[in-house]
């Protein structure tokens, strides 16, 4: 599903990445959400964290804005008490049909997504113009960041077949 498109009228898992807020989840880690807050820590969705093998239960924050900074990340935990952030868990919850979260981190406050954070577009897009701004002007941050995303794209699979 594309961000802005109208979900289907039945249950739905979110499923994507996700940037961790806090130390201890490196890129590739699968995480499943025990509850869904706002940026304040108020609850949007609770409810079992989705069977996957390996995956950790997790609070996630539903921003509406990326965030990137270490410094960013820290304030948010601290503020919300999630541990992980997405952009699009939110809008699910909001439509009461959110049936769980499956997400996979993607980014951290070691392994920011840096340049690369100005690459995505409001429709979930790349942005090529942007993404090679990013490498002219960080190459070994945006290769870090890239690395990482490839990481937690291949776990990513191994959770969809774990959900399939």
Do not use: K, Y
Request: neutral net charge; contains cysteine; charged residues 20%.
């Amino acid at each position: 599903m594309r961000i802005g498109s109208e979900p289907p009228d039945r249950p739905l898992v979110s499923f994507g990445l996700c940037g961790a807020l806090v130390d201890g989840l490196p890129p590739g880690t699968i995480v499943t959400a025990r509850s869904v807050v706002d940026e304040a820590g108020q609850a949007l969705w609770e409810g079992p964290p989705r069977a996957v093998a390996g995956a950790r239960a997790v609070v996630l924050c539903a921003a509406g804005r990326i965030v990137d900074a270490a410094g960013d990340r820290t304030a948010l935990a601290e503020r919300s008490g999630a541990e992980v952030v997405d952009l699009e868990s939110g809008g699910l919850a909001a439509t009461g049909r959110l049936a769980g979260v499956v997400r996979v981190v993607s980014d951290t406050p070691a392994v920011p997504l840096g340049p690369l954070a100005g690459a995505v577009t409001s429709a979930g897009e790349t942005d090529v113009l942007a993404a090679a701004r990013a490498f002219l002007l960080a190459p070994r941050a945006s290769l870090r960041a890239a690395r990482a995303g490839r990481r937690a794209l291949a776990s990513l699979e191994r959770a969809a077949a774990g959900l399939a």
